[in-house]
Nanobody
C-alpha cells in the first residue's frame, strides 16, 4: 500500500517561498508518477505539478516559472519548491500517486500579507 505524507505548508507573505515535501512509503518514487494537487475553498481540486518515472515534469500554467517539482529517489521524497507566491496560491496542497489510488492528507498553504 502506497502512503504519502505531506509537510512544509504554512503562512507566507506574497512574494515569499515555501518548500513542500511528500514522503512516500510502500513504493519507490522513481517508478511512479507523483503529482501535487491543490484545492482552494469553493474550488475544484487542480493538478499543480507532476513528475513521471522518467523524470519529466508538467505544470499548471499559472505556476510555471515559479514552482518546481523534484524527486529524491534515495530519500523517496517528492518536493514542490514554490517561489514568488501569490494570494491565489492559497489552498490545501496534496501529493498523490494517482495510479496507485493514494493521496496524502494535505498541507495548508496560506499566502497573505
Amino acid at each position: 500500500q502506497v502512503q504519502l505524507v505531506e509537510s512544509g505548508g504554512g503562512l507566507v507573505q506574497p512574494g515569499g517561498s515555501l518548500r513542500l515535501s511528500c514522503v512516500v512509503s510502500g513504493a519507490t518514487v522513481e517508478y511512479y508518477t507523483i503529482g501535487w494537487f491543490r484545492q482552494a475553498p469553493g474550488k475544484q481540486r487542480e493538478l499543480v505539478a507532476r513528475i513521471t518515472s522518467t523524470g519529466s515534469t508538467d505544470y499548471l500554467d499559472s505556476v510555471k516559472g515559479r514552482f518546481t517539482i523534484s524527486g529524491d529517489n534515495v530519500k523517496n521524497v517528492v518536493y514542490l519548491q514554490m517561489n514568488s507566491l501569490k494570494p491565489e496560491d492559497t489552498a490545501v496542497y496534496y501529493c498523490a500517486a494517482p495510479l496507485a489510488g493514494s493521496w496524502g492528507q494535505g498541507t495548508q498553504v496560506t499566502v497573505n500579507a
